[in-house]
């Protein structure tokens, strides 16, 4: 099933469709594995490769295969992307990791005010619900701005009847022209706030206990940016997963220019959800592979 600018009524009839032939219960197992990955600019882009600057260049073919080993090898049921271009890319991308005999039959795409790079998941399991917010709107310095990639909203039905809703993000990168917010500090904050606001009126006030945020939120697990998804005032909703390496490495990405390490990608849970997450720890891929993020995963039990 393809999600693109369907509108949201068909696809749910679509959805509900297709899940009634494809019980839950048949496509997993004790656990639902749930992964997130910034493919570093899967698209048409600007590129310094092999010595020589090459505008308008598609992401080479090298890179590309090392995100599909990564990908293969942790054979996520539900992965959500950053950086990933139009709709054609991210079904070019389900295409080949098809070709590689892992076969996501839902891919929802959300295009938000950034043209050119975007949110996306792709799933083994139907989603129940889809909502794209793609305007979220903030005041910042002396404008009003909108959050670059918007937030994608996807709820999944656990076989125990639970549904759970993940909240694909992807905050403001620390490179900006403006020089009276250093390395985007306050824009990033002001997403995060935004971002946590509607997460807040989509989960607790609707009685939602079981939901994440989860992406690539481009700040440190102590930064302002990414607490706003744990707390707004007297209000703590959720919790940062602890994550880790086979090595115990706990980076998630690296930048090359000045040979910098951090984890800026995770996930933040809420307390009920936690308790399903075996470990109570997330695993990130030993492998730097085709990109500068490592991808990240974490197991939900399913009863």
Not at 29 to 42: C, E, S, V
Not at 192 to 218: Q, S
Request: with cysteine; hydrophobic share 35%.
């Amino acid at each position: 099933m393809n999600i693109g600018a369907t509108p949201r009524h068909y696809f749910l009839l679509l959805v509900l469709s297709v899940a009634s032939l494809c019980p839950l219960s048949a496509k997993v197992g004790d656990t639902i594995r749930l992964a997130t990955f910034n493919l570093d600019n899967y698209l048409i882009s600007d590129r310094y490769l092999d010595g020589v600057w090459r505008p308008a260049y598609p992401k080479p073919e090298s890179e590309k295969d090392g995100i599909r080993r990564t990908i293969v090898e942790l054979k996520p049921d539900i992965l959500f992307v950053q950086e990933i271009g139009s709709f054609q890319y991210l079904e070019e991308l389900r295409a080949d990791l098809a070709l590689h005999g892992l076969h996501f039959t839902y891919a929802v795409h959300l295009e938000g005010p950034d043209q050119v790079r975007h949110i996306a998941v792709l799933s083994m399991l139907p989603p129940v619900d889809v909502v794209k917010h793609a305007h979220l709107s903030f005041k910042y310095l002396d404008r009003s701005e909108k959050v670059k990639r918007g937030m994608l909203e996807v709820s999944f039905e656990l076989p125990d009847g639970v549904i759970f809703k993940a909240f694909g993000v992807h905050l403001k990168s620390r490179y900006t022209e403006d020089k009276a917010d250093p390395k985007s500090h306050l824009r990033r904050t002001r997403e995060a706030e935004v971002c946590r606001n509607k997460l807040i009126e989509r989960t607790l006030d609707l009685g939602v206990e079981h939901y994440m945020a989860v992406g690539d939120f481009n700040e440190h697990p102590k930064g302002a940016a990414l607490r706003r998804f744990s707390k707004r005032g007297s209000l703590n909703f959720g919790i940062h997963l602890p994550i880790a390496d086979g090595r115990g490495h706990q980076w998630t990405y690296f930048y090359e220019k000045y040979t910098t390490y951090s984890q800026v990608d995770g996930f933040v849970l809420s307390e009920k959800l936690l308790k399903r997450v075996r470990g109570q720890s997330g695993t990130i891929a030993d492998n730097l592979s085709g990109s500068d993020h490592r991808l990240v995963y974490l197991d939900l039990e399913t009863e």
